[in-house]
């Protein structure tokens, strides 16, 4: 079977299933597990080097504070076609994270071979989840998927019970930098699963941008920062964007020095089996628990006091 990714999340989940042989082309951005896709050919490209440039600039790019303008990625037509693939999965979700489902179904419809194409639209824990089965399913590999499935979730009661008896301090998710976004659909179930109580977005939200009063009002205890597609490293050449706003200094989460730098892409902007390693990474942010493997500073990094 010959599958090609032009989403990161599901070429993450081609992995989990063990599958990664099988992939014949993905994204520039897919980049887990490193030493099974690095050789995979790429059939997709940046419309400019988000790298150079602001959150500001990169959000207006796309259609601004509604997002409805062109992707960030445009689909290479002609390196699909040479790829000849089986199957293509991709989203509809978001059309600033990736190449959304339009441009890949019409370009399937001009190969001869006619693929079958997936189209993955989580929402929730249990929405990525289950696309572990979807996916599974339409690979033949339905009842490993289904295993799958249920160590993941394993591991998500293993987070929620280490972290239940706790106080549940109050926290505040920052998906992107400038303009202010919250971070919705599933962070606020990993926040919650890791002893949480989010702010300012609700499970399964696709959200819209928010003020800094609407932060300030809020008064979290704890402010993640995850900003969609930016490593930790990326976040915090930006930082001086919000440590620059009136009342920054007064927020709880400052005074206390619980202002923490995550690992967005790979834990909690892609709705990919990562995500529980995730809520693991939150358990030890809000609560200082371990679950699972120790969190490393690639992962998630405190900021020091100011």
Sequence with gaps: ??????????????????????????????????????????????????????????????????HRGSSLYTLDTEALAALAPDVLLTQDLCRVCAVSYEPVSRA??????????????????????????????????????????AEWRGRLDEVRSA??????????????????????????????RAGGEALLAAPGEHTAPMTWEAVRAARPDVLLLLPCGFPPERTLTELDLLTALPGWADLPAVRSGEVWVLGGPAYFNRPGPRVVRGAEVLAHVLHGVRVGEPVTEAEARRLPRT
């Excluded at 940046?46 to 440039?53: G, I, Y």
């Excluded at 301090?169 to 599933?186: C, F, I, S, T, Y």
């Design 1 to 66: 079977m010959r599958i090609v990714s032009p989403l990161p999340a599901a070429t993450d989940i081609v992995a989990d299933l063990g599958l990664a042989s099988h992939l014949v082309g993905r994204t520039h951005e897919c980049d887990w597990p490193p030493a099974e896709v690095a050789s995979v050919p790429v059939v997709t490209r940046a419309e400019f080097d988000a790298n150079s440039l602001s959150s500001r600039v990169i959000s207006a790019a796309v259609g601004g504070a509604e």
């Design 108 to 149: 399937a419809r001009l190969l001869d071979a006619g693929p079958r194409v997936l189209s993955l639209e989580p929402r929730t824990l249990d929405d990525v989840l289950d696309c572990l089965v979807t996916v599974g399913e339409l690979l033949g590999v339905r009842e490993a998927a289904e295993r799958r499935r």
């Design 163 to 192: 972290t239940a008896a706790r106080p549940r301090p109050r926290v505040v998710a920052v998906e992107w930098l400038d303009p202010l976004w919250p971070a919705g659909h599933w962070v606020p179930e990993q926040i919650a």
